[in-house]
Protein backbone atom coordinates (compact mmCIF):
# COMPACT_ATOMS: atom_id res chain seq x y z
CA UNK A 1 0.00 0.00 0.00
CA UNK A 2 3.15 2.43 0.86
CA UNK A 3 5.01 1.64 -2.36
CA UNK A 4 1.21 2.70 -4.34
CA UNK A 5 0.58 5.61 -2.58
CA UNK A 6 4.11 7.17 -3.24
CA UNK A 7 3.82 6.19 -7.11
CA UNK A 8 0.19 7.24 -7.09
CA UNK A 9 1.83 11.19 -6.00
CA UNK A 10 5.28 11.19 -8.08
CA UNK A 11 3.22 10.97 -11.29
CA UNK A 12 0.43 13.63 -11.98
CA UNK A 13 -0.67 11.64 -15.20
CA UNK A 14 -1.81 8.84 -13.14
CA UNK A 15 -3.67 11.95 -10.52
CA UNK A 16 -5.66 13.32 -12.97
CA UNK A 17 -6.53 10.33 -14.49
CA UNK A 18 -8.19 9.38 -11.54
CA UNK A 19 -9.69 12.80 -10.64
CA UNK A 20 -10.73 12.74 -14.19
CA UNK A 21 -12.57 9.17 -13.78
CA UNK A 22 -14.30 10.00 -10.97
CA UNK A 23 -12.87 9.32 -7.80
CA UNK A 24 -13.19 11.89 -5.57
CA UNK A 25 -11.19 12.13 -2.71
CA UNK A 26 -12.95 14.72 -0.76
CA UNK A 27 -11.57 18.20 0.68
CA UNK A 28 -9.21 17.44 3.13
CA UNK A 29 -7.50 14.57 0.95
CA UNK A 30 -7.39 16.90 -2.26
CA UNK A 31 -5.68 19.59 -0.10
CA UNK A 32 -3.02 16.92 0.98
CA UNK A 33 -2.20 15.97 -2.35
CA UNK A 34 -2.40 19.30 -3.79
CA UNK A 35 0.31 20.34 -1.23
CA UNK A 36 2.39 17.23 -1.91
CA UNK A 37 2.60 17.87 -5.75
CA UNK A 38 3.88 21.23 -5.38
CA UNK A 39 6.55 20.17 -2.70
CA UNK A 40 8.06 17.73 -4.95
CA UNK A 41 8.06 19.07 -8.34
CA UNK A 42 11.35 18.54 -9.87
CA UNK A 43 12.43 15.33 -7.78
CA UNK A 44 14.33 12.79 -9.76
CA UNK A 45 13.63 10.34 -6.52
CA UNK A 46 11.98 9.52 -3.61
CA UNK A 47 13.59 7.44 -0.55
CA UNK A 48 11.19 4.75 0.71
CA UNK A 49 10.16 3.20 4.05
CA UNK A 50 9.78 0.50 6.12
CA UNK A 51 6.86 0.63 8.74
CA UNK A 52 7.12 0.00 12.33
CA UNK A 53 4.75 -0.38 15.16
CA UNK A 54 5.61 0.44 18.85
CA UNK A 55 4.61 -2.01 20.45
CA UNK A 56 4.63 -2.91 24.43
CA UNK A 57 6.69 -5.87 26.06
CA UNK A 58 9.97 -6.76 27.46
CA UNK A 59 13.51 -6.16 26.13
CA UNK A 60 15.92 -8.43 27.22
CA UNK A 61 19.68 -9.24 27.10
CA UNK A 62 21.10 -12.72 27.72
CA UNK A 63 22.94 -16.29 26.37
CA UNK A 64 20.98 -18.48 24.34
CA UNK A 65 21.18 -22.52 24.36
CA UNK A 66 19.12 -25.34 23.45
CA UNK A 67 18.05 -28.15 25.37
CA UNK A 68 15.33 -31.19 26.51
CA UNK A 69 12.99 -30.84 28.93
CA UNK A 70 13.52 -33.40 32.32
CA UNK A 71 11.14 -34.08 35.30
CA UNK A 72 11.88 -35.18 39.07
CA UNK A 73 11.32 -38.99 39.60
CA UNK A 74 9.77 -40.50 42.39
CA UNK A 75 10.00 -44.17 43.09
CA UNK A 76 7.35 -45.36 45.72
CA UNK A 77 8.16 -48.70 47.74
CA UNK A 78 6.79 -49.97 51.02
CA UNK A 79 8.92 -51.62 53.96
CA UNK A 80 8.11 -54.99 53.94
CA UNK A 81 7.21 -57.93 52.00
CA UNK A 82 3.62 -58.11 50.59
CA UNK A 83 1.39 -58.78 48.09
CA UNK A 84 -0.77 -56.45 45.58
CA UNK A 85 -5.07 -56.98 45.60
CA UNK A 86 -5.41 -54.34 43.06
CA UNK A 87 -3.88 -51.81 40.48
CA UNK A 88 -5.54 -48.12 40.21
CA UNK A 89 -2.67 -46.55 37.70
CA UNK A 90 -1.11 -47.25 34.60
CA UNK A 91 1.59 -45.72 33.37
CA UNK A 92 0.29 -42.10 31.30
CA UNK A 93 -2.00 -41.67 34.34
CA UNK A 94 -2.10 -38.35 35.91
CA UNK A 95 -2.49 -38.30 39.92
CA UNK A 96 -2.42 -35.95 42.21
CA UNK A 97 -0.86 -36.23 46.25
CA UNK A 98 -3.18 -38.58 47.76
CA UNK A 99 -4.41 -40.98 45.11
CA UNK A 100 -4.98 -44.61 45.33
CA UNK A 101 -2.05 -45.84 43.61
CA UNK A 102 -2.27 -49.67 44.36
CA UNK A 103 -3.44 -51.50 46.97
CA UNK A 104 -1.99 -54.26 49.30
CA UNK A 105 -3.46 -58.07 50.73
CA UNK A 106 -3.92 -56.79 54.23
CA UNK A 107 -2.32 -60.30 55.11
CA UNK A 108 0.51 -60.54 53.54
CA UNK A 109 1.45 -57.11 55.70
CA UNK A 110 1.36 -58.75 58.71
CA UNK A 111 3.98 -61.47 58.26
CA UNK A 112 6.45 -58.44 58.05
CA UNK A 113 6.05 -55.97 60.67
CA UNK A 114 7.24 -58.18 63.65
CA UNK A 115 10.80 -57.99 61.83
CA UNK A 116 10.17 -54.08 61.25
CA UNK A 117 9.19 -53.91 64.70
CA UNK A 118 12.71 -55.30 66.21
CA UNK A 119 15.12 -53.51 64.00
CA UNK A 120 12.77 -50.07 65.52
CA UNK A 121 13.62 -51.31 68.41
CA UNK A 122 17.38 -52.47 68.55
CA UNK A 123 18.05 -48.67 66.76
CA UNK A 124 16.29 -46.94 69.39
CA UNK A 125 18.76 -48.96 71.95
CA UNK A 126 21.72 -48.04 69.27
CA UNK A 127 20.65 -44.13 69.67
CA UNK A 128 20.15 -44.20 73.13
CA UNK A 129 24.13 -45.70 73.58
CA UNK A 130 25.26 -43.09 71.17
CA UNK A 131 23.93 -40.21 72.99
CA UNK A 132 24.96 -41.78 76.51
CA UNK A 133 28.44 -41.88 74.67
CA UNK A 134 28.55 -38.49 73.35
CA UNK A 135 27.75 -37.15 76.74
CA UNK A 136 30.74 -38.82 78.40
CA UNK A 137 33.44 -38.71 75.88
CA UNK A 138 32.53 -34.50 74.92
CA UNK A 139 33.55 -34.50 79.22
CA UNK A 140 36.52 -36.78 78.95
CA UNK A 141 37.68 -34.58 75.41
CA UNK A 142 36.55 -31.40 77.35
CA UNK A 143 39.07 -31.73 80.40
CA UNK A 144 41.74 -32.40 78.39
CA UNK A 145 41.54 -29.74 76.50
CA UNK A 146 41.12 -27.24 79.32
CA UNK A 147 44.18 -28.59 81.22
CA UNK A 148 46.56 -28.27 78.05
CA UNK A 149 45.26 -24.90 77.49
CA UNK A 150 45.58 -24.02 80.93
CA UNK A 151 49.30 -24.90 81.03
CA UNK A 152 49.64 -22.08 77.85
CA UNK A 153 47.02 -19.59 79.20
CA UNK A 154 49.80 -16.96 80.77
CA UNK A 155 51.97 -16.40 78.12
CA UNK A 156 49.36 -16.81 75.33
CA UNK A 157 47.38 -13.90 77.25
CA UNK A 158 50.71 -12.27 77.56
CA UNK A 159 51.54 -12.62 73.45
CA UNK A 160 48.27 -11.38 72.75
CA UNK A 161 48.28 -7.92 74.71
CA UNK A 162 51.55 -7.23 73.57
CA UNK A 163 50.46 -8.24 70.09
CA UNK A 164 47.06 -6.51 70.26
CA UNK A 165 49.41 -3.13 71.31
CA UNK A 166 51.59 -2.91 68.31
CA UNK A 167 48.53 -3.71 66.15
CA UNK A 168 46.59 -1.45 66.93
CA UNK A 169 49.53 1.42 66.12
CA UNK A 170 50.09 -0.17 63.00
CA UNK A 171 46.22 -0.22 61.91
CA UNK A 172 45.75 2.88 62.68
CA UNK A 173 48.42 4.20 60.80
CA UNK A 174 47.57 2.06 58.19
CA UNK A 175 43.49 3.72 57.96
CA UNK A 176 45.11 7.09 58.38
CA UNK A 177 47.19 6.53 55.04
CA UNK A 178 44.35 5.07 53.62
CA UNK A 179 42.15 7.68 54.18
CA UNK A 180 44.17 10.43 52.81
CA UNK A 181 44.87 8.16 49.90
CA UNK A 182 41.59 7.46 49.00
CA UNK A 183 41.19 11.54 49.70
CA UNK A 184 44.18 12.52 47.50
CA UNK A 185 43.15 9.68 44.17
CA UNK A 186 39.51 11.38 44.95
CA UNK A 187 40.25 14.93 44.64
CA UNK A 188 42.82 14.01 41.44
CA UNK A 189 40.03 12.50 39.92
CA UNK A 190 37.87 15.56 39.98
CA UNK A 191 40.75 17.73 39.15
CA UNK A 192 41.42 15.85 35.83
CA UNK A 193 38.12 15.86 34.98
CA UNK A 194 37.36 19.42 35.84
CA UNK A 195 38.10 21.25 32.80
CA UNK A 196 36.18 18.69 30.67
CA UNK A 197 32.92 19.02 32.44
CA UNK A 198 33.13 22.87 33.01
CA UNK A 199 33.34 22.85 29.35
CA UNK A 200 30.29 20.36 28.74
CA UNK A 201 28.15 22.64 31.05
CA UNK A 202 28.68 25.71 29.28
CA UNK A 203 28.32 24.21 25.96
CA UNK A 204 25.14 22.62 26.85
CA UNK A 205 24.14 26.16 28.51
CA UNK A 206 25.13 27.69 24.88
CA UNK A 207 23.25 25.04 23.15
CA UNK A 208 20.30 25.48 25.09
CA UNK A 209 20.45 29.65 24.98
CA UNK A 210 20.77 29.53 21.14
CA UNK A 211 17.85 27.17 21.00
CA UNK A 212 15.49 29.68 22.76
CA UNK A 213 16.82 32.36 20.53
CA UNK A 214 16.47 30.89 17.09
CA UNK A 215 12.61 29.71 18.60
CA UNK A 216 11.76 33.35 19.76
CA UNK A 217 13.10 34.36 16.00
CA UNK A 218 10.95 31.64 14.06
CA UNK A 219 7.45 32.69 16.31
CA UNK A 220 8.45 36.23 15.70
CA UNK A 221 8.45 35.49 11.73
CA UNK A 222 5.61 33.33 11.29
CA UNK A 223 3.43 36.28 13.32
CA UNK A 224 4.22 38.85 11.53
CA UNK A 225 3.63 36.63 8.22
CA UNK A 226 0.06 35.30 9.60
CA UNK A 227 -0.60 38.87 10.16
CA UNK A 228 0.68 39.96 6.21
CA UNK A 229 -0.86 36.78 4.30
CA UNK A 230 -3.97 36.93 6.36
CA UNK A 231 -6.08 37.63 3.48
CA UNK A 232 -5.02 35.42 0.94
CA UNK A 233 -4.82 32.29 3.75
CA UNK A 234 -8.81 33.16 4.85
CA UNK A 235 -9.47 33.77 0.78
CA UNK A 236 -8.13 29.46 -0.03
CA UNK A 237 -10.04 28.55 3.59
CA UNK A 238 -13.20 30.47 1.98
CA UNK A 239 -12.91 28.90 -1.59
CA UNK A 240 -12.14 25.32 -0.08
CA UNK A 241 -15.37 25.63 1.76
CA UNK A 242 -16.97 26.37 -0.92
CA UNK A 243 -15.61 23.02 -2.75
CA UNK A 244 -17.00 21.30 -0.31
CA UNK A 245 -20.62 22.85 -0.09
CA UNK A 246 -21.03 22.86 -4.04
CA UNK A 247 -20.04 19.00 -3.89
CA UNK A 248 -22.73 18.41 -1.12
CA UNK A 249 -25.30 20.41 -3.28
CA UNK A 250 -24.54 18.77 -6.36
CA UNK A 251 -24.64 15.17 -4.05
CA UNK A 252 -28.15 16.00 -3.02
CA UNK A 253 -29.00 17.15 -6.45
CA UNK A 254 -28.15 13.44 -8.18
CA UNK A 255 -30.57 12.13 -5.24
CA UNK A 256 -33.40 14.48 -6.22
CA UNK A 257 -32.94 16.61 -3.14
CA UNK A 258 -32.52 20.47 -2.72
CA UNK A 259 -33.24 23.47 -5.17
CA UNK A 260 -31.26 22.71 -8.38
CA UNK A 261 -30.75 19.92 -10.75
CA UNK A 262 -28.33 17.79 -11.01
CA UNK A 263 -26.16 20.02 -13.85
CA UNK A 264 -26.42 22.91 -12.61
CA UNK A 265 -25.13 21.90 -9.30
CA UNK A 266 -22.67 19.89 -11.21
CA UNK A 267 -21.46 23.55 -12.88
CA UNK A 268 -21.08 24.78 -9.84
CA UNK A 269 -19.01 22.45 -8.16
CA UNK A 270 -16.77 22.67 -11.04
CA UNK A 271 -16.85 26.25 -11.09
CA UNK A 272 -15.58 26.09 -7.04
CA UNK A 273 -13.06 23.48 -7.59
CA UNK A 274 -11.47 25.23 -10.19
CA UNK A 275 -11.18 28.61 -8.89
CA UNK A 276 -10.06 26.57 -5.73
CA UNK A 277 -7.42 25.12 -7.93
CA UNK A 278 -6.39 27.93 -9.50
CA UNK A 279 -5.65 30.22 -6.41
CA UNK A 280 -4.24 27.39 -4.70
CA UNK A 281 -1.47 27.34 -7.70
CA UNK A 282 -0.80 30.90 -7.18
CA UNK A 283 -0.20 31.21 -3.43
CA UNK A 284 1.15 27.93 -3.24
CA UNK A 285 4.51 29.14 -2.44
CA UNK A 286 2.83 31.67 0.43
CA UNK A 287 1.45 28.36 2.15
CA UNK A 288 4.90 26.43 1.90
CA UNK A 289 6.19 29.25 3.57
CA UNK A 290 3.82 29.19 6.13
CA UNK A 291 4.44 25.37 7.21
CA UNK A 292 8.16 26.36 6.97
CA UNK A 293 7.87 28.71 9.48
CA UNK A 294 5.73 26.52 11.47
CA UNK A 295 8.24 23.59 11.23
CA UNK A 296 11.30 25.48 12.13
CA UNK A 297 9.00 26.89 15.53
CA UNK A 298 8.28 23.31 15.89
CA UNK A 299 12.27 21.94 15.59
CA UNK A 300 13.78 24.64 17.88
CA UNK A 301 11.03 24.40 20.22
CA UNK A 302 11.85 20.66 20.63
CA UNK A 303 15.65 21.39 21.08
CA UNK A 304 14.76 24.44 23.91
CA UNK A 305 13.57 21.64 25.73
CA UNK A 306 15.71 19.46 24.83
CA UNK A 307 18.74 21.41 25.72
CA UNK A 308 17.22 22.53 28.97
CA UNK A 309 16.83 19.11 30.40
CA UNK A 310 20.04 17.78 29.33
CA UNK A 311 21.82 21.01 31.32
CA UNK A 312 19.56 20.99 34.51
CA UNK A 313 20.69 17.57 34.90
CA UNK A 314 24.07 18.12 33.85
CA UNK A 315 24.36 21.12 36.18
CA UNK A 316 22.61 19.12 38.76
CA UNK A 317 25.28 16.30 38.10
CA UNK A 318 28.30 18.85 38.15
CA UNK A 319 27.11 20.32 41.45
CA UNK A 320 27.39 17.21 43.62
CA UNK A 321 30.39 16.39 42.29
CA UNK A 322 32.53 19.30 42.84
CA UNK A 323 30.53 20.68 45.61
CA UNK A 324 32.22 23.76 47.43
CA UNK A 325 35.65 22.82 44.90
CA UNK A 326 33.82 24.32 42.54
CA UNK A 327 36.78 26.06 40.54
CA UNK A 328 40.17 25.15 39.65
CA UNK A 329 42.13 26.88 42.12
CA UNK A 330 40.38 25.41 44.64
CA UNK A 331 41.00 21.98 43.55
CA UNK A 332 44.66 22.61 42.85
CA UNK A 333 44.71 23.70 46.51
CA UNK A 334 43.01 20.72 48.00
CA UNK A 335 45.19 18.52 46.19
CA UNK A 336 48.43 20.07 47.40
CA UNK A 337 47.27 19.57 50.74
CA UNK A 338 46.46 16.60 51.05
CA UNK A 339 49.77 15.26 49.26
CA UNK A 340 51.27 16.92 52.02
CA UNK A 341 49.08 14.81 54.27
CA UNK A 342 49.58 11.44 52.47
CA UNK A 343 53.87 12.10 53.14
CA UNK A 344 53.01 12.89 56.41
CA UNK A 345 50.84 9.28 57.68
CA UNK A 346 53.28 6.76 55.97
CA UNK A 347 56.03 8.44 57.67
CA UNK A 348 53.89 7.48 60.62
CA UNK A 349 52.76 4.56 59.39
CA UNK A 350 56.65 3.40 58.56
CA UNK A 351 57.75 4.37 61.91
CA UNK A 352 55.01 2.23 64.11
CA UNK A 353 55.54 -1.06 61.85
CA UNK A 354 59.67 -0.83 61.92
CA UNK A 355 59.49 -0.80 65.83
CA UNK A 356 57.03 -3.04 66.36
CA UNK A 357 59.93 -6.01 64.39
CA UNK A 358 61.88 -6.77 67.58
CA UNK A 359 58.88 -6.80 70.30
CA UNK A 360 56.55 -8.89 67.96
CA UNK A 361 59.31 -11.51 67.48
CA UNK A 362 59.80 -11.35 71.42
CA UNK A 363 56.37 -12.38 72.37
CA UNK A 364 56.03 -15.03 69.33
CA UNK A 365 58.90 -16.49 70.76
CA UNK A 366 57.62 -17.01 74.43
CA UNK A 367 54.35 -18.32 73.05
CA UNK A 368 55.76 -21.05 71.11
CA UNK A 369 56.90 -22.89 73.56
CA UNK A 370 54.08 -22.48 76.07
CA UNK A 371 52.37 -23.21 73.04
CA UNK A 372 53.95 -26.69 71.87
CA UNK A 373 51.47 -29.28 74.07
CA UNK A 374 48.55 -26.91 73.86
CA UNK A 375 48.04 -26.63 70.00
CA UNK A 376 47.29 -30.23 69.63
CA UNK A 377 44.60 -30.24 71.97
CA UNK A 378 42.60 -28.34 70.01
CA UNK A 379 42.34 -30.40 66.83
CA UNK A 380 42.23 -33.78 68.79
CA UNK A 381 39.07 -31.91 70.35
CA UNK A 382 37.79 -30.84 67.45
CA UNK A 383 37.59 -35.00 65.80
CA UNK A 384 36.44 -36.06 68.85
CA UNK A 385 33.27 -34.02 68.98
CA UNK A 386 32.95 -34.66 65.19
CA UNK A 387 33.44 -38.36 65.11
CA UNK A 388 30.97 -38.18 68.22
CA UNK A 389 28.32 -35.98 66.57
CA UNK A 390 28.79 -37.92 63.15
CA UNK A 391 27.71 -41.07 65.24
CA UNK A 392 24.74 -39.86 66.80
CA UNK A 393 23.57 -38.50 63.23
CA UNK A 394 23.96 -41.81 61.61
CA UNK A 395 21.86 -43.84 64.45
CA UNK A 396 19.33 -41.00 64.40
CA UNK A 397 18.76 -41.18 60.74
CA UNK A 398 18.63 -45.13 60.91
CA UNK A 399 15.95 -44.60 63.55
CA UNK A 400 13.99 -41.98 62.01
CA UNK A 401 13.81 -44.35 58.71
CA UNK A 402 13.06 -47.15 60.68
CA UNK A 403 10.11 -45.09 62.57
CA UNK A 404 8.88 -43.68 59.50
CA UNK A 405 8.91 -47.52 57.81
CA UNK A 406 6.96 -49.06 60.68
CA UNK A 407 4.18 -46.27 60.32
CA UNK A 408 3.70 -46.67 56.95
CA UNK A 409 3.22 -50.73 57.59
CA UNK A 410 0.79 -49.69 60.31
CA UNK A 411 -1.03 -47.18 58.49
CA UNK A 412 -2.09 -49.71 55.37
CA UNK A 413 -2.98 -52.58 58.23
CA UNK A 414 -5.14 -49.99 59.92
CA UNK A 415 -6.55 -48.95 56.93
CA UNK A 416 -7.63 -50.74 53.69
CA UNK A 417 -4.23 -51.51 52.36
CA UNK A 418 -3.99 -48.68 49.74
CA UNK A 419 -0.89 -47.08 48.85
CA UNK A 420 -1.40 -43.64 47.95
CA UNK A 421 0.46 -41.24 45.84
CA UNK A 422 3.00 -38.83 47.63
CA UNK A 423 2.92 -36.06 44.85
CA UNK A 424 1.43 -34.55 41.84
CA UNK A 425 2.74 -35.96 38.71
CA UNK A 426 2.64 -38.85 35.85
CA UNK A 427 2.94 -42.49 36.06
CA UNK A 428 5.92 -43.34 34.39
CA UNK A 429 5.80 -47.23 35.04
CA UNK A 430 4.14 -49.69 37.38
CA UNK A 431 6.62 -52.70 38.24
CA UNK A 432 4.54 -55.41 39.52
CA UNK A 433 0.69 -56.82 38.04
CA UNK A 434 -2.04 -57.64 40.44
CA UNK A 435 -1.78 -60.49 42.56
CA UNK A 436 1.94 -60.37 42.35
CA UNK A 437 4.24 -60.37 45.53
CA UNK A 438 7.16 -58.27 46.22
CA UNK A 439 10.10 -57.96 48.35
CA UNK A 440 10.18 -55.16 50.74
CA UNK A 441 11.33 -51.51 49.36
CA UNK A 442 11.12 -52.84 46.21
CA UNK A 443 10.19 -49.88 43.51
CA UNK A 444 6.33 -50.70 43.26
CA UNK A 445 5.48 -47.60 40.94
CA UNK A 446 7.78 -44.93 39.79
CA UNK A 447 5.98 -40.51 39.41
CA UNK A 448 7.20 -37.85 37.22
CA UNK A 449 6.74 -34.56 39.34
CA UNK A 450 4.66 -32.48 37.19
CA UNK A 451 5.45 -29.34 38.93
CA UNK A 452 9.48 -30.16 38.94
CA UNK A 453 10.56 -29.14 35.26
CA UNK A 454 13.75 -29.04 34.87
CA UNK A 455 16.75 -28.39 31.47
CA UNK A 456 19.72 -28.98 31.49
CA UNK A 457 22.31 -26.84 28.62
CA UNK A 458 25.64 -26.60 27.63
CA UNK A 459 27.37 -23.30 27.74
CA UNK A 460 31.00 -22.37 26.24
CA UNK A 461 34.09 -21.45 28.57
CA UNK A 462 33.37 -18.20 27.15
CA UNK A 463 29.90 -17.64 28.63
CA UNK A 464 30.17 -19.46 31.67
CA UNK A 465 31.59 -16.85 33.72
CA UNK A 466 28.17 -14.77 33.32
CA UNK A 467 26.18 -17.55 35.08
CA UNK A 468 25.79 -17.99 38.56
CA UNK A 469 23.79 -20.24 40.98
CA UNK A 470 19.95 -18.38 41.60
CA UNK A 471 20.32 -16.37 38.41
CA UNK A 472 17.02 -15.34 36.68
CA UNK A 473 16.30 -17.44 33.29
CA UNK A 474 13.44 -18.13 31.04
CA UNK A 475 12.39 -21.42 29.25
CA UNK A 476 10.87 -21.34 25.83
CA UNK A 477 9.59 -24.62 24.47
CA UNK A 478 8.55 -26.24 21.35
CA UNK A 479 5.40 -27.17 22.05
CA UNK A 480 3.94 -23.79 23.30
CA UNK A 481 5.00 -21.28 20.89
CA UNK A 482 5.36 -17.99 21.76
CA UNK A 483 5.34 -18.17 25.52
CA UNK A 484 8.47 -18.04 28.07
CA UNK A 485 8.19 -19.75 31.79
CA UNK A 486 9.75 -18.14 34.34
CA UNK A 487 13.48 -20.20 35.90
CA UNK A 488 16.71 -19.81 37.89
CA UNK A 489 19.73 -21.67 37.67
CA UNK A 490 20.20 -24.59 40.23
CA UNK A 491 23.27 -26.32 39.25
CA UNK A 492 26.73 -25.85 37.54
CA UNK A 493 28.70 -27.94 36.67
CA UNK A 494 32.42 -27.75 37.69
CA UNK A 495 33.48 -30.22 34.95
CA UNK A 496 33.59 -29.88 31.52
CA UNK A 497 30.70 -31.67 29.93
CA UNK A 498 32.75 -31.78 26.48
CA UNK A 499 36.41 -31.09 25.83
CA UNK A 500 38.11 -30.63 22.33
CA UNK A 501 41.13 -28.73 20.49
CA UNK A 502 38.70 -25.50 19.92
CA UNK A 503 35.70 -25.58 22.49
CA UNK A 504 35.07 -26.58 26.42
CA UNK A 505 31.27 -26.87 27.05
CA UNK A 506 29.75 -27.07 31.13
CA UNK A 507 26.68 -28.42 31.79
CA UNK A 508 23.89 -25.72 33.40
CA UNK A 509 20.84 -27.03 34.79
CA UNK A 510 17.57 -24.78 35.03
CA UNK A 511 14.76 -25.56 37.05
CA UNK A 512 10.96 -23.74 36.27
CA UNK A 513 9.38 -21.77 38.83
CA UNK A 514 6.69 -19.87 36.56
CA UNK A 515 3.47 -19.85 39.07
CA UNK A 516 1.63 -21.69 36.37
CA UNK A 517 3.71 -24.24 34.95
CA UNK A 518 2.98 -26.19 31.79
CA UNK A 519 2.59 -29.46 31.43
CA UNK A 520 5.48 -30.78 29.87
CA UNK A 521 6.65 -34.27 29.30
CA UNK A 522 10.21 -35.67 29.31
CA UNK A 523 12.48 -35.14 26.36
CA UNK A 524 10.27 -32.37 25.03
CA UNK A 525 12.51 -29.64 23.01
CA UNK A 526 13.20 -26.05 23.85
CA UNK A 527 15.73 -23.00 24.76
CA UNK A 528 17.05 -21.49 28.05
CA UNK A 529 17.82 -17.73 27.92
CA UNK A 530 20.11 -16.82 30.78
CA UNK A 531 19.10 -13.10 31.67
CA UNK A 532 21.72 -11.13 32.39
CA UNK A 533 19.49 -7.75 32.00
CA UNK A 534 15.65 -7.03 31.19
CA UNK A 535 13.06 -4.66 31.34
CA UNK A 536 9.79 -5.74 31.72
CA UNK A 537 6.23 -4.07 29.97
CA UNK A 538 8.02 -0.92 27.69
CA UNK A 539 7.34 0.42 24.59
CA UNK A 540 10.10 -0.01 21.93
CA UNK A 541 10.74 0.39 18.56
CA UNK A 542 13.18 -0.94 15.90
CA UNK A 543 16.94 0.71 16.34
CA UNK A 544 17.07 2.16 13.11
CA UNK A 545 13.71 3.84 13.59
CA UNK A 546 16.25 6.18 15.67
CA UNK A 547 18.23 9.08 14.11
CA UNK A 548 20.51 10.80 16.41
CA UNK A 549 21.16 14.93 16.07
CA UNK A 550 23.34 16.91 17.87
CA UNK A 551 21.80 14.16 20.85
CA UNK A 552 18.82 14.16 20.31
CA UNK A 553 16.70 11.20 19.49
CA UNK A 554 13.77 11.31 16.96
CA UNK A 555 11.75 8.86 14.96
CA UNK A 556 9.82 9.67 11.39
CA UNK A 557 6.30 9.28 12.74
CA UNK A 558 3.58 8.84 10.09
CA UNK A 559 0.24 10.42 10.88
CA UNK A 560 -3.31 9.30 10.32
CA UNK A 561 -3.20 11.04 6.94
CA UNK A 562 -0.30 9.66 5.32
CA UNK A 563 2.27 12.53 6.51
CA UNK A 564 5.10 12.31 8.16
CA UNK A 565 6.25 14.41 10.98
CA UNK A 566 9.58 14.24 13.01
CA UNK A 567 9.13 13.68 16.66
CA UNK A 568 11.33 13.83 19.24
CA UNK A 569 11.70 10.53 21.37
CA UNK A 570 13.45 9.82 24.72
CA UNK A 571 15.34 6.32 24.80
CA UNK A 572 16.02 3.89 27.53
CA UNK A 573 17.67 0.74 27.20
CA UNK A 574 18.43 -1.51 23.94
CA UNK A 575 19.24 -5.40 23.31
CA UNK A 576 20.57 -4.14 20.07
CA UNK A 577 17.63 -5.25 17.72
CA UNK A 578 15.06 -3.12 19.48
CA UNK A 579 15.46 0.04 21.39
CA UNK A 580 12.87 1.34 24.94
CA UNK A 581 10.88 4.79 24.42
CA UNK A 582 10.45 6.17 27.77
CA UNK A 583 8.54 9.33 26.25
CA UNK A 584 7.39 10.90 22.88
CA UNK A 585 5.46 7.97 21.70
CA UNK A 586 2.60 5.56 22.48
CA UNK A 587 1.30 1.95 21.52
CA UNK A 588 0.12 1.77 18.12
CA UNK A 589 1.97 4.24 16.64
CA UNK A 590 3.60 3.96 13.47
CA UNK A 591 7.54 5.15 12.73
CA UNK A 592 9.49 4.85 9.46
CA UNK A 593 12.65 3.49 8.93
CA UNK A 594 14.30 4.54 5.64
CA UNK A 595 15.40 1.70 3.48
CA UNK A 596 18.41 1.18 1.21
CA UNK A 597 16.06 1.22 -2.20
CA UNK A 598 15.74 4.47 -3.02
CA UNK A 599 12.54 4.95 -6.49
Not at 381 to 410: F, G, H, M, P, W
Request: glycine share 6%.
Amino acid sequence: MKEKFVNLFTSHKKLFILIASGIVLGAAILTTVLLYINQHKGTSGTATYREYSATKGNITVGTSESGTAELSQVTVSFPVDATIDSIQVKPGYKVKTGDALLKLNKDSITDGTLDATNKLAQAKLSLEQALADQTNKLQTAQLTYNTSRQNAANAYTQEQLAKSDIQNGITAAQTALKEKQTQLAKYQALQSSFTADYNKLNELKKWRDDAKTNESSYETQLSNFKDQYNKQLSTLDSLNSKVTSTYSAWELAKQGLGDMDEDEAKIEYDEAKDAYSSYSDTISSTVQAEKDLEDKVALYTAEYNNYSTSYDDFNQTFSQKYGNNNTADALADQVSQLQSDVKTAQYNLDKAQKSSTGSMNDAEQKLQSSLIDGSSAQSTYDIAVEQLSQAVQTQQATYDSLKRQLDDVNSAINGDGTITAPCDGVIVAVSYTEGSSFKADAALVTIAKSTDVSMAVSLSEEDITNVAIGQQAQITLTSYENQTFDATVESISTSPARTGSASVTYTVTVKMTDANPPEVYTGMSGEVTFIQKQVKDVLYVPNQAITFDNGVSSVLLKNADGTQTKTTVKTGFSDGRYVEIQSGLKEGDTVLAESAVVK
